[in-house]
């Protein structure tokens, strides 16, 4: 069974801990965090298009976009924290959306890939 490896991207079949060498060289938000406006902007309309299509609640959506402005303002104030785990710029601005809406933040996720931008 997989441990907290398995809320990593691309971590679901691992068991055990991830060597310290292959997160620092899997990591690209020191090079990535420049694109934070790029990724919530693309956060902002995905989350739009899942309310149109049904799939989150109006309440969701609003939550979420409220959400996404707070993340906004933290990175333009330059107070963003940048945590270990953060694997790029997409999945920082995903935990730290968890972290000030909760389980809502989850609905963005799906079906959405950290390339589309």
């Known amino acids: 069974m997989a441990n907290s490896e398995g809320t990593k991207l691309w971590g679901g ?3 055990g801990n991830t060597d310290p060498i292959m997160e620092k060289f899997n990591s690209s938000l020191a090079y990535d965090q420049r694109m934070w406006d790029a990724d919530l902007r693309g956060s902002r309309a995905y989350v739009k298009a899942l309310e149109k299509a049904g799939l989150v609640t109006t309440e969701e959506m609003n939550s979420i976009l409220h959400g996404l402005g707070q993340i ?3 990175w333009a104030k330059g107070a ?4 270990p785990g953060d694997e790029d710029i ?10 000030l ?3 809502p933040a989850g609905k963005l996720h799906p079906g959405r890939s950290r390339n589309d931008q």
């Open 13 to 15: 079949r691992f068991v």
């Open 101 to 103: 809406i909760g389980e």
């Open 90 to 99: 997409h999945t920082a601005n995903e935990r730290r959306l968890r972290e």
């Open 72 to 74: 906004s303002e933290e």
């Open 80 to 83: 963003f924290e940048v945590k």
